[in-house]
């Protein structure tokens, strides 16, 4: 979680975080990757129960377009 970060600001760390665990290896040699979903509070919901839901659909959106990426919610 980032406090008091914009969506975009938010959307910049996870892309740092994605980016810096991308050129790391497991202890066998694999690449690590990571799909990421982000929710804007207040701008998306103001419930936490839908915030969560709405990180939870933008994570699977990023699976689903390919994995190794990070989603907004849209909201």
Do not use: F
Not at 20 to 40: D, F, K, R
Not at 59 to 68: D, P, T, V
């Amino acid at each position: 979680m980032v406090s008091h970060a914009s969506a975009e600001e938010a959307y910049q760390v996870a892309e740092r975080i994605r980016h810096t665990l991308e050129v790391s290896t497991n202890p066998i040699g694999q690449t690590i990757t990571v799909s990421q979903g982000i929710a804007h509070y207040p701008s998306h919901t103001a419930s936490a129960q839908d915030l969560l839901h709405l990180a939870d659909v933008a994570l699977y959106e990023a699976k689903k377009s390919g994995r190794n990426r990070t989603v907004i919610a849209e909201g």
